[in-house]
């Protein structure tokens, strides 16, 4: 039975050794755009609204499959007042926030693609993981007699007469298509635009209906006039009544990025030998 020990780890090692050759590590940056589809642009799922940028560290398993770990910075903003939708410009919301995204994403390559070699240069891809984000919705109404010229954290108003403010994380499942393309030796680069559906309805601080100041969880305190009007900062009048809806009826907001990025290799001359 002594043998079988022996025989085990040289087992392992080999799988080892295996596994180390059919991995090759890859770092890549990007920058871009960023935009977002919810309660303050509803139809427009191709708007940009802010910048995007990031960066990962990728395993390639072989020429189509690969798994990274990813964070993407973006910011995303909306403000009905510059709508083209006559509701929305009376309603007269706005807000913007940072997006802080982190996540794990597996990509597979259509081609026989890869950065140090392989017998393509380029090729289609797609991609899909999960992840989580950190947000925080602000909004400013400068114009505006009560809240002047400050920038208010909304969650903390609870602007739909809420118990708790909302949580400022949510889990979110990207996915998307790209393109990848052969630069040099070890260079790549990539173009790629994707979405993000997150569980939560309340990245830009919207989600349900216009709450009743007498019963809502509001205190009655020096800073209950400022969640009135955050919560319905409408000029128009009779606009906002306790119980209309505030937002749309879909229960998850969406957001994306798009952008361009270059990548590095680490392979030796004998992974991918084709």
Request: aromatic letters at 18%; proline letters at 5%; one cysteine or more.
């Amino acid at each position: 039975m002594q043998y079988k020990r022996p025989l085990f780890y040289l087992f392992l090692l080999s799988l080892f050794g295996v596994a180390s050759k059919a991995q090759t590590w890859e770092l890549g940056i990007h920058g871009g755009g960023a935009g977002y589809l919810g309660d303050l642009n509803q139809t427009k799922p191709l708007k940009l609204s802010g910048f995007s940028a990031g960066g990962y560290v990728k395993i390639n398993f072989d020429p189509y499959w690969a798994l990274g770990a990813h964070y993407t910075y973006g910011k995303i903003k909306a403000d009905d007042l510059k709508s083209d939708n006559e509701d929305f410009r009376n309603r007269g919301l706005n807000f913007n926030t940072g997006l802080n995204e982190v996540s794990l994403q597996v990509d597979f390559n259509f081609l026989e693609y890869f950065a140090g070699g392989g017998a393509k240069g380029f090729t289609p891809y797609i991609y899909t993981g999960i992840g989580g984000v950190f947000f925080s919705p602000k909004a400013s109404y400068p114009n505006d007699p009560v809240l002047g010229d400050e920038t208010y954290k909304l969650r903390f108003y609870k602007t739909e007469g809420q118990a708790e403010p909302y949580k400022n994380y949510a889990l979110t499942v990207p996915y998307g298509v790209g393109m990848k393309f052969r630069l040099k030796e070890n260079w790549g680069m990539f173009t790629q635009i994707g979405y993000r559906s997150a569980y939560t309805d309340y990245l830009d601080d919207v989600s349900a209906k216009y709450p009743d100041p007498n019963n809502s969880n509001w205190p009655a305190d020096n800073n209950l006039l400022i969640r009135q009007t955050l919560s319905n900062p409408s000029q128009v009048a009779g606009y906002g009544s306790p119980g209309t809806q505030r937002g749309d009826f879909r229960k998850r907001d969406t957001y994306m990025f798009v952008g361009i990025g270059i990548s590095y290799t680490f392979v030796s001359q004998k992974c991918y030998t084709f």
